[in-house]
């Protein structure tokens, strides 16, 4: 199957920039892909969610504009540029897979077969 990895989290000042990274183990990457965040106290939200060739992207209202999602199919990673930064963000971001080729909406928990263990993203006021 596959395992997702995050990576690139930690602490920023509101305004700054993060890139956090998603690489992906296995045979294929032939799969929609998409980051979502936890923060505390709260349930897990979608950010934005990405098909297979990277031409199609769906983001959250709360981070359009600011966040930007790509990948790397020869390298199997997937990455989400955060910029403009704000306190709120502060939350686990996890990258999860829809492997099976099931899901029917980026936006949806159950899209999503396959999760990371998730990244600390801190913003600092």
């Known amino acids: 199957q596959v395992q997702l990895v995050e990576s690139g989290g930690g602490l920023v000042q509101a305004g700054g920039s993060l890139t956090l990274s998603c690489a992906a183990s296995?045979?294929?990457?032939?799969?929609?892909m998409g980051w979502f965040r936890q923060a505390p106290g709260k349930e897990r939200e979608f950010v934005v969610g990405i098909n297979i060739r990277g031409s199609d992207t769906y983001y959250a209202d709360s981070v359009k504009g600011r966040f930007t999602v790509s990948r790397d199919n020869a390298k199997s990673m997937m990455y989400l540029q955060m910029n403009s930064l704000k306190p709120e963000d502060t939350a686990v971001y996890y990258c999860?897979?829809?492997?099976w080729g099931r899901g029917e909406r980026y936006d949806s928990q159950e899209s999503y077969d396959t999760w990371g263990q998730g990244t600390q993203v801190t913003v600092s006021s």
């Open positions: 296995g045979r294929t990457f032939r799969y929609s």
């Open positions: 999860a897979a829809d492997y």
